[in-house]
């Protein structure tokens, strides 16, 4: 049988392009060797197929329609291959027995007999599966004594379901059971058929065919053999022949669709999830922050308290009396210093405390909500996908003991005093101070010459007691402007420690929340972008099935409309 070159060019393009959407995609790779059986199936020559049970007859039913012994008949399971009925000779294979006939009906088209579906070789149920998907058309043959049994019924759903392939009914050994039993089975078995099918079958009731030759033309055969002839005609053949396979794929591509589509709905599901869990982490970074913010009152409070003791010493150091004592060298300025900054209570010795106190913190609620975001994980991506590690915890770890001592380090210039850069200061400020006193009013030639000599211990006399006190007495007036100028400066400056020691510790607790919070959706990012690629697969497939779909539809319309005589 010569299929129309047309009609033959749009079937194959259709197996093309699904066979190119499978592979592309790498979606359903078991369909592409469903693809690839039906696609051989084309290949072969129109087929009439024979399947039942074994001992149902079917072997007997060929022989009867061709009038003539031509397959091995028995009681037991006798066809262990599949056994081919042609008009032509050819060569048998180990699973293939080719037999040929001049018998009219296999002029145009092969006639196969194959082995039990309930065999009790197991091979053979298989060969009878694996060939019955090249088929198409075929006689189910069932025995009226026990018509349709849970093998049979399992088989006729994968032909219809699966295979898509036309068939009629065979009702056999009919005249063994009881004339008034008969109607009632072929109910049974008509009913059975519609629920199980959708479609009315037409069913043939045959009589007993034990030799495979009958005598008689009560038996049936000749009402089955004229049908085969008339509704198996080229026309139709050819409608078959192009219209099955078609219709198998057809099956095959709303499988691949049924298999993928309800993906998405959980893909969506996951991508919300993941939605949920950014604004979760985005919120926990920023709750974090906030309660680094609020260590800025400690802080402040230490700087402040520190300004004060600072104002303490600028008021105890800087004054005639303290230069006079000849304390002005860098080793009693930094002494006093000492004595301020040492005490137990020291401001700034609590910026230690301050700091643990915010690293811990950070670390703690960091982790906290690290934790709770890889429970969401867990609880909420699918396992199977899932290709993220959970477990990332080496690094995490180790960021936190970096934090730690990155913090205290870029800190420590601002917890720590230098005493000999401080005391080299205070000392340069106060002698300039001292020396702008001295050239006031005149009396920079002949104090001065007087303070050299009483800092290098000269003997008092009258005249350098009373320019003492007059020096005093300037310096009382003198020197509250010196150091009201100078613990300015020092508030000046201690503030800018404070905003820089802040503006450190912020800096830090920020650059670490963020290495968190990227570390966390390192974890899920991957899977994120596998969700959203997957999603856009699945829908791209499922857009070109549905065009492939509709172009089958169109073709078996056309075919129909075509060949329907």
């Not at 020691?501 to 830090?508: D, L």
Request: with cysteine.
């Amino acid at each position: 049988m010569i299929l129309p070159q047309t009609e033959r060019r749009r079937q194959k393009e259709l197996f093309a392009d699904a066979r190119r959407l499978y592979r592309q995609t790498g979606l359903a790779p078991d369909v592409l060797e469903k693809i690839d059986a039906i696609l051989r199936s084309i290949a072969n020559p129109f087929t009439l197929m024979v399947v039942g049970e074994y001992n149902a007859g079917k072997s007997a039913l060929i022989n009867a329609l061709l009038g003539e012994r031509v397959v091995e008949t028995g009681v037991t399971p006798t066809t262990e291959t599949i056994q081919v009925v042609t008009s032509a000779a050819k060569p048998s294979t180990p699973k293939l027995t080719y037999i040929s006939s001049n018998h009219e009906l296999v002029r145009d088209m092969d006639i196969v007999d194959t082995p039990g579906t309930n065999s009790i070789f197991k091979h053979h149920q298989q060969v009878a599966e694996d060939f019955v998907k090249t088929a198409d058309f075929i006689i189910f043959v069932t025995s009226a004594e026990r018509p349709l049994t849970d093998t049979e019924l399992r088989f006729l759903d994968l032909i219809k379901g699966e295979w898509q392939r036309k068939l009629i009914l065979c009702l056999s050994k009919c005249d063994l059971v009881p004339e008034n039993k008969l109607a009632e089975i072929r109910q049974y078995v008509h009913t059975h058929l519609l629920r199980l099918l959708g479609e009315d079958v037409r069913i043939f009731s045959v009589a007993s065919l034990a030799d495979g030759l009958p005598a008689a033309k009560t038996t049936g055969i000749d009402r089955l053999r004229n049908f085969i002839i008339s509704h198996l005609s080229s026309h139709r053949r050819i409608r078959l022949k192009l219209n099955s396979p078609v219709l198998a794929l057809k099956k095959v591509v709303t499988q691949g669709a049924a298999k993928q589509k309800p993906l998405l709905p959980l893909i969506d599901q996951e991508m919300r999830a993941i939605s949920r869990l950014n604004s979760f982490i985005d919120q926990a970074a920023k709750d974090v922050l906030q309660g680094v913010d609020e260590q800025k009152a400690v802080i402040d409070d230490i700087f402040k308290r520190f300004a004060s003791r600072m104002m303490d010493f600028i008021d105890k150091t800087v004054t005639i009396g303290f230069v006079l004592q000849q304390k002005l060298g860098r080793k009693h300025i930094r002494l006093e210093l000492e004595n301020i900054l040492s005490a137990k209570d020291n401001p700034l010795l609590q910026l230690n405390n301050a700091v643990d106190r915010t690293v811990s913190y950070t670390s703690r609620a960091c982790k906290t909500m690290r934790n709770q975001a890889v429970e969401f994980i867990t609880e909420n991506l699918n396992k199977e996908r899932f290709g993220g590690d959970v477990a990332r915890k080496k690094a995490f770890i180790d960021r936190e003991k970096e934090l730690y001592y990155t913090a205290l380090e870029r800190s420590r210039a601002y917890r720590e005093v230098d005493l000999d850069t401080e005391s080299n200061q205070l000392k340069s400020n106060i002698e300039a101070g001292f020396r702008s006193f001295l050239t006031m009013e005149g009396l920079a030639v002949g104090a001065g010459i007087t303070l050299i000599a009483l800092l290098q211990g000269a003997v008092f006399d009258m005249s350098g007691i009373l320019l003492s006190l007059t020096l005093a007495g300037y310096g009382f007036v003198l020197f509250p402007y010196k150091r009201r100028k100078m613990k300015k400066a020092m508030q000046v400056k201690i503030a800018g420690l404070n905003a820089e020691m802040w503006r450190i510790t912020q800096q830090e607790m920020a650059s670490y929340v963020k290495e968190v919070v990227d570390d966390v959706r390192a974890i899920f990012s991957s899977h994120s972008r596998f969700l959203g690629e997957e999603k856009t697969k699945i829908a791209d497939f499922l857009q070109h099935l549905q065009e492939i779909t509709e172009r089958i539809e169109q073709f078996v319309f056309d075919i129909n409309r075509t060949y329907d005589r």
